[in-house]
C-alpha cells in the first residue's frame, strides 16, 4: 500500500473579487514579517494595517480591475496542485492542501484539511523559490500557530527553497527560449530577470534572498548554451517597491530607463522569483512597465510566462517532495 503524505503548498494568495482588496491588504500589512514594528509596538500593528489597507484599496483596486478583476493565484495554483498530485500518484498516496498567507484558502483552512486526513508524512512545500523571512519564513511560521500536530506527531519534512534545483532551472531557461522565438532576431533580445524586491533592513538581518536570486540567476546563464541563449546580455533587477526605506537595487523602472539609453531595443523580462502569474506580473510587469518600456523607446518589449503548471516545473515539484521522503523516482529524459 502506498505511503500516504500529506502535501501542503504555500503561497501569497491574492484578491479573487475587488471587494475582496481591503481585507487582503488587512491581513497582508498586519504580518509582522512585514512590518516589523518590535513586541512594545505590537498594539498597533492592527490599527496600522486598517489605515494602510483603507488608503492604498482605491489604487491597488483599479490595477486588479485592469487585469480582470482579482487575482488568478488561487485557480493557477490549484491547477499546480492538481498536476503535481498526478505525478506522485504511481508513487505516494498523495493529499495535497493549498495554503495561502493572506487570502483563501488561508493556512488555517489548510490545517483543517490536513489533520481531518489519515496521513503517514507530511511535506511542507512553499511556492517560493527563494527563501525569505517575508516570504517562506512568514508562511511557515503561520502553519506552527494553526496547525497543531497529530499525537505522535506525524514525520515532517520541509522544503525550504527550490532556487538550485536542476529541473526548477530548465524550466525557467525554457520558458525564455519559447519566448525569444517572439523575436525576429532572438540574439540581439536583453534578458531582464526582475525579481521582488525585499527592503535592505531584512537583507542586512542575514536574510539569503538576494543572495539566492543572484544565483538562480547565474545557474539560468550557466545553462543556457544548452538553450540558445548563451550569448544575450542580461541584468538582474528588482521590483515591487513600497514605502520610503532603502530596497534592493536596481529596480526595474531604472533598469528599463538605463537599457533603452544606452539603446538597447528589444527586451524580454524575465520574472525570476515568481512561479504563478498575479499583480506583479500582469499588471506591474506586463502593463506598467510594458507601458513605460514603449515610452522609452524600446520597439519590443515580451515577459516570459510564469512556470505554472509546465511540465518541467511538475516535474520539479514531485521531485523535491520525492526525495523529501527518502525516495528516488527515475526521470524522465525529457519533460
Not at 273 to 296: M, Q, S
Request: charged share 20%; hydrophobic share 45%.
Amino acid at each position: 500500500m502506498p505511503q500516504r503524505i500529506g502535501i501542503v503548498l504555500f503561497q501569497l494568495g491574492g484578491p479573487d473579487t475587488l471587494d475582496a482588496v481591503r481585507p487582503f491588504l488587512y491581513n497582508l500589512f498586519c504580518d509582522p514579517d512585514i512590518i516589523p514594528l518590535g513586541p512594545l509596538c505590537g498594539v498597533f500593528r492592527k490599527p496600522l494595517a486598517w489605515w494602510i489597507a483603507r488608503r492604498r484599496t482605491s489604487y491597488v483596486a483599479q490595477h486588479y480591475a485592469e487585469i480582470g478583476g482579482g487575482s488568478p493565484i488561487r485557480l493557477l495554483t490549484e491547477r499546480q496542485a492538481r498536476a503535481l498530485q498526478i505525478a506522485l500518484s504511481p508513487h505516494i498516496e498523495p493529499h495535497i492542501a493549498i495554503a495561502m498567507r493572506y487570502w483563501h484558502p488561508l493556512t488555517e483552512e489548510a490545517a483543517r484539511l490536513i489533520r481531518s486526513a489519515p496521513l503517514d508524512e507530511l511535506v511542507l512545500l512553499p511556492l517560493y523559490p527563494q527563501y525569505s523571512l517575508a516570504t517562506t519564513g512568514s508562511s511557515l511560521k503561520e502553519w506552527s500557530r494553526c496547525y497543531q500536530p497529530a499525537r505522535p506527531p506525524l514525520p515532517l519534512h520541509v522544503i525550504e527553497h527550490f532556487y538550485n534545483h536542476p529541473g526548477y532551472i530548465d524550466a525557467v531557461c525554457d520558458r525564455i527560449a519559447l519566448s525569444l522565438t517572439h523575436f525576429d532576431r532572438p540574439a540581439g533580445v536583453h534578458l531582464v530577470f526582475s525579481a521582488h524586491g525585499l527592503p535592505m533592513s531584512l537583507i542586512d538581518q542575514g536574510d539569503p534572498y538576494q543572495r539566492q536570486v543572484e544565483a538562480t540567476t547565474r545557474l539560468v546563464m550557466e545553462s543556457a548554451s544548452a538553450w540558445g541563449f548563451a550569448a544575450n546580455p542580461h541584468t538582474l533587477c528588482y521590483q515591487s517597491k513600497v514605502g520610503r526605506q532603502k530596497w534592493l537595487q536596481p529596480s526595474l523602472t531604472a533598469t528599463l530607463e538605463r537599457l533603452a539609453r544606452a539603446g538597447t531595443r528589444h527586451i524580454l523580462v524575465v520574472p525570476i522569483a515568481f512561479v504563478t502569474e498575479h499583480i506583479e506580473t500582469l499588471h506591474e510587469i506586463n502593463i506598467e512597465a510594458r507601458e513605460g518600456a514603449a515610452h522609452l523607446g524600446v520597439e519590443q518589449f515580451e515577459m516570459t510566462p510564469a512556470l505554472g503548471d509546465s511540465p518541467r516545473f511538475i516535474a520539479a515539484l514531485a521531485d523535491l517532495v520525492l526525495r523529501s521522503l527518502g525516495i528516488e523516482a527515475a526521470r524522465p529524459a525529457s519533460a
